[in-house]
């Protein structure tokens, strides 16, 4: 492994980002840039073994797993948001079908005390119908009496 790069400087070690050489260790010229490559010098060597073609995808699919994270986890957290607001719109669906129901209770109790005073009115006309039977009574006694 060289030790000191064309410029006459220690070398960098760096890992490799590229997805044939992901994570792959290698020394290079510390101020080399691969994208102008106009500074430093062109030394490069890698430490690690190439790797085979399964390492390769494994990694590379790890890799692009890692980066799905996020995305993932914002899908994740809008859903939250969401099944949140869902269940706050059926709690309040909730408590506003039960406020109706005990509404309709309340409309339901009336009719009942007033089907009890038409009982009661309806007793009232028997008793009214049994007085009035009690005077004819006693009318027509009066009459078998006199006659
Ligand atoms: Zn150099």
New binding site residues.
């Given amino acids: 492994m060289v030790a000191n790069?064309?410029?006459g400087?220690p070398v960098a070690r760096r890992t490799s980002w590229t997805s044939d050489n992901l994570g792959r260790k290698f020394v290079a010229?510390?101020?080399?840039n691969h994208e102008t490559r106009q500074r430093?010098?062109n030394?490069f060597e890698w430490i690690d073994e190439d790797i085979l073609d399964w390492q390769r995808d494994v990694v590379n699919m790890l890799v692009a797993e890692k980066h799905r994270f996020p995305t993932d986890s914002n899908i994740l957290k809008s859903r939250l948001v969401c099944e949140t607001y869902e269940k706050d719109r059926l709690a309040a669906e909730l408590e506003k079908l039960k406020n109706a129901a005990e509404l309709e209770k309340m409309k339901m109790k009336p009719c009942k005390q007033h089907e009890t005073r038409q009982n009661r009115g309806v007793v009232g006309g028997n008793e009214g119908i049994g007085s009035k039977f009690v005077v004819i009574c006693v009318v027509v006694c009066v009459l078998l009496v006199m006659y």
């Fill in positions: 790069c064309a410029c400087l010229c510390k101020f080399y430093g010098c030394t």
